[in-house]
């Protein structure tokens, strides 16, 4: 069974910076795309960073470009997102994602999500 499971959110002042994980397990990690999506209350769903499953390309919106960088570690089943000078408009809930598509279906797989606080 698919699960990923996210963790190191928690509470940091504006300028700060935290760096969040997502580890995979029950799927072959290796030939997943992996994605960050963040929610904030009262808001919809929003693609924080992604990276490709071959040659580890990465996306990011321009709301978080120059400040959000996402890795992966096919051999720990493990993606991160580093975010560095967090404003107080980065306060969500984070979700990890797994997209592959295969064959003509599609495998999506989201994690629980952890909360990011960006507050003085």
């Known amino acids: 069974q698919a699960q990923l499971v996210e963790s190191g959110g928690g509470l940091v002042q504006p300028g700060g910076s935290l760096r969040l994980s997502c580890a995979a397990a029950?799927?072959?990690?290796?030939?997943?795309?992996m994605s960050w999506y963040r929610q904030a209350p009262g808001k919809g769903r929003e693609l924080v960073a992604s990276?490709?499953?071959?040659?580890?390309?990465?996306n990011y919106p321009d709301s978080v470009k120059g400040r959000f960088t996402i890795s992966r570690d096919n051999a720990k089943n493990t993606v991160y997102l580093q975010m560095n000078s967090l404003k107080p408009e980065d306060t969500a809930v984070y979700y990890c994602?797994?997209?592959?598509?295969?064959?003509?279906?599609?495998?999506?797989?989201w994690g629980q999500g952890t909360q990011v606080t960006v507050s003085s």
């Open positions: 994602n797994a997209l592959r598509v295969a064959g003509g279906r599609s495998y999506d797989y």
């Open positions: 029950g799927f072959t990690f290796s030939t997943y795309a």
């Open positions: 990276i490709t499953s071959i040659g580890g390309f990465t």
